[in-house]
C-alpha cells in the first residue's frame, strides 16, 4: 500500500531564507504526487502536482519541488520564505484505487 | 465560481447521538471525498464517490457513511458518536479521480462531548 512520510513535524526559518520540507513515500508501482497547504482555519489548497514528465515542478507562491524516483523522495522548496508562508504542509500520493492519502503534515514557522 | 462549500461550520454532539455533514461540490466535478483530520494529523481518507457510486472506503468503521446525490453533492453520517470522532472533516471535490487533484472546503469542526 501507498505511504508518505513527512520527515518533520515542524521546521523553523528565518524570515528571506530558503526553505526544504522533506517528504518520502512508499510505492511498488508508478505515482501522482501532490503538495497541499492549509492555513489556520481553512481547508487544504493545492501548491503543485507531479504527474509525469519533468522531474521539477513549479507550483504556486514561488513553491517548486523534485521528484526523485531512485530515492523515493518529493521534496518541496523555496529559496525566500515570506511570514505568509506561515503555515502546514501535507505531502500525498494517489494510490492504484486513485485514493489520495496524506503524510502527517510539516508546521512552517517563519522566524522574523 | 464557487469552491467547495460545507455545512454545518461547527457542531457540538454528546456521545451516542448522530450527525449529518453536507457537502457541495464546484460545479462540474463528479467526485468527492471525505477526509477526517485529528488536531496536529495529516487527513485520513474516508470515503470517495464518483458519478454517485462509491469508489473507494477508507479503515473507519460501519458507524461512517455516505452517500452522493444526481447533483453530485454529498452526506456524510456518523452514527453513535465517540468523542474520538471529534475532528474537522474535509470535503474535496474533483473532476475525475486517480491523478485529479482535490479541491478542498474549509471543513466542518466537529466536537463531540
Known amino acids: 500500500a501507498q505511504s508518505v512520510t513527512q520527515l518533520d513535524s515542524q521546521v523553523p526559518v528565518f524570515e528571506e531564507a530558503p526553505v526544504e520540507l522533506r517528504c518520502n513515500y512508499s510505492s511498488s508501482v508508478s505515482v501522482y504526487l501532490f503538495w497541499y497547504v492549509q492555513y489556520p482555519n481553512q481547508g487544504l489548497q493545492l501548491l503543485l502536482k507531479y504527474l509525469s514528465g519533468s522531474t521539477l515542478v513549479k507550483g504556486i507562491n514561488g513553491f517548486e519541488a523534485e521528484f526523485n524516483k531512485s530515492q523515493t523522495s518529493f521534496h518541496l522548496r523555496k529559496p525566500s520564505v515570506h511570514i505568509s508562508d506561515t503555515a502546514e504542509y501535507f505531502c500525498?500520493?494517489?494510490?492504484?484505487?486513485?485514493?489520495?492519502?496524506f503524510g502527517k503534515g510539516t508546521r512552517l514557522h517563519i522566524l522574523p | 465560481d464557487a469552491g467547495v462549500t460545507q455545512s454545518p461550520t461547527h457542531l457540538i454532539k454528546t456521545r451516542g447521538q448522530h450527525v449529518t455533514l453536507r457537502c457541495s461540490p464546484i460545479?462540474?466535478?463528479?467526485?468527492v471525498s471525505w477526509y477526517q483530520q485529528v488536531l496536529g494529523q495529516g487527513p485520513q481518507f474516508i470515503f470517495q464517490y464518483y458519478e454517485k457510486e462509491e469508489r473507494g472506503r477508507g479503515n473507519f468503521p460501519d458507524r461512517f457513511s455516505a452517500r452522493q446525490f444526481p447533483n453530485y453533492s454529498s452526506e456524510l453520517n456518523v452514527n453513535a458518536l465517540l468523542l474520538g470522532d471529534s475532528a474537522l472533516y474535509l470535503c474535496a471535490s474533483s473532476p475525475g479521480t486517480g491523478n485529479s487533484p482535490l479541491h478542498f472546503g474549509n471543513g466542518t469542526r466537529l466536537t463531540v462531548t
Open positions: 460545479s462540474g466535478h463528479k467526485s
Open positions: 500525498a500520493v494517489s494510490d492504484p484505487d486513485d485514493k489520495i492519502i
